[in-house]
Nanobody, 123 residues
Framework: QVQLVESGGGLVQAGGSLRLSCAAS????????MGWFRQVPGKERELVAA????????YYADSVKGRFTISRDNAKYTVYLQMNSLKPEDTAVYYC????????????????WGQGTQVTVSS
C-alpha cells in the first residue's frame, strides 16, 4: 500500500512557475513508476509527465514539453513536477499516481493516487 500526498499548488500569473511535490509512504515507492496527471471539469484525467524508478525513462505530454520537468528523490520518497512558463490552459487539479508496472501511460495503469492539488494560472 502506498499513500500519496501532493502539495505546492496555488495561484500564479501566466509565465510564472510552481513546483509540485508528491510525498509517498513506504519503501515500495522506490520501485514504482510515477506519474503526474491533471484534470479539468468535464474532461478525462490527462497524463502530463512520468518517470521510471531509476530515472532512465521519462515522458512528457506534448503540451508541456520544454516547460515542465519531472524528477524524483527515492531517498526522500518524493516526486516533483517543476512547472515553468505556465499558461492559463495549465489550470487544473494535478494528481500524483503510482504504478507497479514498468511503464504506465494511462490512468488505468496506476494503482495509487493522491488527493490532488489545484493549480490556477491567471492571464
Amino acid at each position: 500500500q502506498v499513500q500519496l500526498v501532493e502539495s505546492g499548488g496555488g495561484l500564479v500569473q501566466a509565465g510564472g512557475s510552481l513546483r509540485l511535490s508528491c510525498a509517498a509512504s513506504g519503501r515500495a515507492f522506490r520501485t514504482y513508476f510515477m506519474g503526474w496527471f491533471r484534470q479539468v471539469p468535464g474532461k478525462e484525467r490527462e497524463l502530463v509527465a512520468a518517470i521510471s524508478w531509476n530515472h532512465i525513462t521519462t515522458y512528457y505530454a506534448d503540451s508541456v514539453k520544454g516547460r515542465f520537468t519531472i524528477s524524483r528523490d527515492n531517498a526522500k520518497y518524493t516526486v516533483y513536477l517543476q512547472m515553468n512558463s505556465l499558461k492559463p490552459e495549465d489550470t487544473a487539479v494535478y494528481y500524483c499516481g503510482a504504478s507497479g508496472r514498468v511503464l504506465a501511460g494511462s490512468e488505468s495503469g496506476y494503482d495509487y493516487w493522491g488527493q490532488g492539488t489545484q493549480v490556477t494560472v491567471s492571464s
